[in-house]
């Protein structure tokens, strides 16, 4: 259940730390794949990999376009744009029109037709209807939405870097996105309550000098206040709905009251320490050091023979500058009664000249799974790569040989752009676009019918660049 739950909370921080990166300069991305030696032995899978690439154009504003080319031909393209009000959206396999739709509506719109699928499916299997499933669905559905449009308005335009948030900015953050929950901004008070800022000088050849560092210890009781937020009771009656569709009102409360009791429990019995120390510099703006220890102790309820698990995960990061840049470095671990369970190790070079180079490593059970990054400047463009590789029968993480190949590489070129690709989506309003879900039944079929005109011609647009092994799988020999 506790995984169920994390994966949950996972998702929610997922979805709104994606959501500032909307907000870039004019630049358009274009995204190459390059197979390895064991894919490009497939031709057909070579050929089209060499002939398909991917761009992401981004302007001013929270806007952005994903177009699909073969060689230098586009093929497909859809724009969107989003504000604190809804989401504007263009694709030329749809219409030249830009259609827009409320936050509001069309998380309205979607939680309709999940809920007419359960009706429908429970109506083909001769079963009741899950009402108490279906009110679950609505709760979460307008969390997602509250947080997502909170998300926008708080972050949607920032291009901060990697800083310290004083206790106001987190409070404010947190009563923005949680404004029907002041257990929540109480909790998130409490954590910036306990920690201590020390002003200074604090050199460490490994890092950039800092002027600040911050210390915070938490033990597993810091941890049950957590159960106290309506967010963490939503999250956990949502789960036990899934679990135990039959229970209701007061049944169903009780099972929520015993589940958060439960996870209170295995904050407070199984030792849990966590010690986080942060390093800053220019009065909290510029992470340059972080130290995370946590140790827990588990013991697994077993009726003939309780074993107890130590459990212990470090974290260090630091920043470096030296004479050709500036240096990242970071590693993790994870051991399990002194076992090491997993390990990762993360170093990037930022250099001065424009070039970066970096590998992020993990090792687990044997099997080593290696990204290796580099940047450079070609003329008025930014070229990246990344290369993926894996090695089996490892025992210590190490950079991948000069014999290796990778398995799979990804290069992205980016660079200004004058396309106009964003026009009309930025210039949008709720006056000017078509509203999505306003379009009568007409105006839908007519639009059926324009979509399939429309696919074709990107279809055969895409097949007439396609080199000659895969336009032979479409066209059938005489």
Not at 96 to 103: G, L, N, Q, R
Request: charged share 25%; proline share 2%; glycine share 6%.
């Amino acid at each position: 259940m506790i995984r169920k739950m994390m994966r949950a909370l996972c998702l929610v921080v997922a979805l709104v730390l994606a959501l500032p990166l909307a907000a870039m300069a004019d630049t358009q991305h274009t995204l190459k794949i390059i197979p390895g030696a064991e894919l490009a032995s497939e031709e057909i899978v070579k050929d089209v990999l060499d002939a398909i690439s991917l761009k992401l154009t981004t302007g001013d504003s929270k806007s952005g376009a994903l177009t699909l080319a073969v060689k230098d031909t586009d093929v497909a393209t859809l724009a969107l744009a989003a504000d604190e009000t809804g989401l504007y959206a263009q694709c030329n396999l749809v219409s030249d029109d830009v259609f827009y739709v409320t936050w509001e509506d069309g998380f309205a719109f979607l939680t309709d037709m999940m809920e007419a699928s359960i009706r429908k499916n429970a109506s083909a299997n001769g079963v009741e209807v899950d009402e108490q499933a279906i009110a679950a669905l609505e709760e979460v559905m307008e969390q997602y939405r509250k947080q997502m449009t909170a998300a926008i308005t708080m972050m949607g335009g920032t291009k901060g870097g990697m800083a310290v948030k004083t206790a106001e900015e987190a409070i404010a953050i947190t009563n923005e996105m949680f404004n029907d929950d002041p257990e929540m901004a109480a909790y998130v008070k409490s954590v910036y309550d306990k920690m201590t800022v020390e002003k200074g000088d604090f050199a460490d050849e490994s890092r950039d000098a800092a002027d600040e560092k911050y210390t915070m210890t938490m033990t597993g009781e810091d941890f049950v206040a957590i159960c106290n937020t309506a967010y963490m009771r939503n999250i956990v009656r949502t789960i036990v709905r899934q679990q135990e569709s039959d229970l209701e009102d007061e049944a169903l409360e009780a099972e929520v009251d015993q589940f958060l009791e439960e996870i209170r429990k295995v904050y407070k019995e199984n030792d849990i320490n966590v010690l986080m120390t942060v390093y800053s510099a220019n009065e909290g703006q510029d992470v340059v050091g972080m130290e995370m220890g946590m140790n827990m102790c588990v013991t697994e309820k077993d009726e003939e023979e309780p074993e107890t698990v130590k459990i212990a995960m470090n974290m260090n990061y630091d920043r470096l500058t030296k004479e050709n840049g500036v240096t990242h470095i970071a590693d993790l671990s994870m051991e399990a009664n002194d076992r090491s369970m997993m390990q990762m190790t993360f170093d990037l070079l930022k250099g001065k000249d424009g070039t970066s180079d970096g590998m992020l490593a993990a090792l687990s059970d044997g099997t080593q799974i290696t990204f290796l990054y580099h940047g450079e400047n070609k003329g008025d463009q930014r070229m990246r790569s990344l290369g993926i590789y894996g090695r089996n029968g490892a025992t210590a993480i190490t950079e991948p040989a000069a014999a290796e190949r990778p398995v799979i590489t990804f290069q992205l070129a980016s660079g200004e752009t004058e396309t106009d690709l964003l026009n009309d989506i930025e210039k949008a309003t709720p006056a000017t676009a078509v509203k999505a879900l306003e379009l009568s039944g007409d105006e839908i079929q007519a639009l059926a019918v324009d979509v399939q005109i429309r696919a074709m011609q990107a279809f055969f647009t895409a097949l007439e660049q396609m080199p000659a092994s895969v336009q032979q799988m479409f066209i059938r020999r005489k």
